[in-house]
């Protein structure tokens, strides 16, 4: 059974820093792909940053250049480096893995809040 797990949400300033991670535990195969979501209340979830199988990354224009998505597949850990964190990134941030055979299946984590404010 597949169960992904965040930690390193919490409360920060704005321009200033925080670290996601996000261990799986189970099996989910290198050549599927995981990515980070995050969801605003009454809004719906949204990708903003894609570890795809050839280790090739893709962000959400609203993160390019200040998030960093990085895969430790021998840790099996996913993590989200976010620096110059904005206001409008206050919400609930979700990992997400494919897996199962032909990476059909959807895995999620249970989610991590992020406040940003001053």
């Known amino acids: 059974q597949v169960r992904l797990v965040e930690s390193g949400g919490g409360s920060v300033q704005p321009g200033g820093s925080l670290k996601l991670s996000c261990a799986v535990s189970?099996?989910?195969?290198?050549?599927?792909?995981m990515a980070w979501y995050r969801q605003v209340p009454g809004k719906e979830r949204v990708l903003i940053a894609r570890?795809?199988?050839?280790?090739?990354?893709t962000y959400d224009n609203s993160v390019k250049g200040r998030f960093t998505i990085s895969r430790d597949r021998s840790k099996n850990i996913l993590d989200l480096q976010m620096d110059s964190l904005k206001i409008e990134g206050t919400a609930v941030y979700y990992c997400?893995?494919?897996?199962?055979?032909?990476?059909?299946?959807?895995?999620w984590g249970q989610g991590t809040q992020v406040t940003v404010s001053s």
């Open positions: 997400a893995a494919n897996g199962g055979g032909g990476c059909g299946e959807r895995y």
């Open positions: 570890s795809a199988p050839d280790d090739s990354k």
């Open positions: 189970g099996y989910i195969s290198g050549r599927c792909s």
